[in-house]
T-cell receptor
Framework: SAVISQKPSRDICQRGTSLTIQCQVD?????MFWYRQQPGQSLTLIAT?????????ESGFVIDKFPISRPNLTFSTLTVSNMSPEDSSIYLC?????????FGPGTRLTVT | GDSVTQMEGPVTLSEEAFLTINCTYT??????LFWYVQYPGEGLQLLLK?????DKGSNKGFEATYRKETTSFHLEKGSVQVSDSAVYFC???????????FGKGTMLLVSP
């Protein structure tokens, strides 16, 4: 199994500012994902972050808005840049092992 | 592209009632199917999965059968408990990749 922690668990930010979300895994994993869960909506994949390569972004998401770092096999960060109220969501980190896909507890972001 | 449709909630039941949450999917090829559960304040947890047609996934009294002919993966439980109150997400994964496509989630509220 994989245990994932995220920091912060929640935050309230002003529009125009940026927030960096940290994701820490208790074991080394190759594939790491960032998802967004907007209020009342499904989870949407933002990007795939593999160590040693640039993140791969899904349609509708760009690196300038959501820069991602993956410095090693147990850690990643997602930055939400130049925030607007539309960015208010839960952001989840996820990893894949040979057994299944695991999710972090999420970071609840509110932009005012 | 791939998509998952699940019944809208909230689903409100009394304890010991029978539960069905409908889920249908659209996908090319032969996806794996999953049910995830999100308890209040917690991250997503894998509840059960099925990787090929006619497979039945089961866990904690919940069951779902992979029906290729109807492209469905309905979640059932014979007798729900208050502790089952949560949001349930149906999801699929293309066999070639590990990313998940989620439904919008169905909130289940069980009263004593």
């Amino acid at each position: 199994s994989a245990v994932i922690s995220q920091k912060p668990s929640r935050d309230i930010c002003q529009r125009g500012t940026s927030l960096t979300i940290q994701c820490q895994v208790d074991s080394q994993v190759t594939m790491m994902f960032w998802y967004r869960q907007q209020p009342g909506q499904s989870l949407t994949l933002i990007a795939t972050a593999n160590q040693g390569s640039e993140a791969t972004y899904e349609s509708g998401f760009v690196i300038d808005k959501f820069p991602i770092s993956r410095p090693n096999l147990t850690f990643s960060t997602l930055t939400v840049s130049n925030m607007s109220p539309e960015d208010s969501s839960i952001y989840l980190c996820s990893v894949v092992t040979i057994y299944e896909q695991y999710f972090g507890p999420g970071t609840r972001l509110t932009v005012t | 592209g791939d998509s998952v449709t699940q019944m809208e909630g909230p689903v409100t039941l009394s304890e010991e009632a029978f539960l069905t949450i409908n889920c249908t999917y659209t996908a090319t090829g032969y996806p794996s199917l999953f049910w995830y559960v999100q308890y209040p304040g917690e991250g997503l947890q894998l509840l059960l999965k099925a990787t090929k047609a006619d497979d039945k996934g089961s866990n904690k009294g919940f069951e779902a059968t992979y029906r290729k002919e109807t492209t469905s993966f309905h979640l059932e439980k014979g007798s729900v408990q208050v502790s089952d109150s949560a949001v349930y997400f149906c999801a699929l994964s293309d066999q070639r990749y590990s990313t998940l496509t989620f439904g919008k989630g169905t909130m289940l509220l069980v009263s004593p």
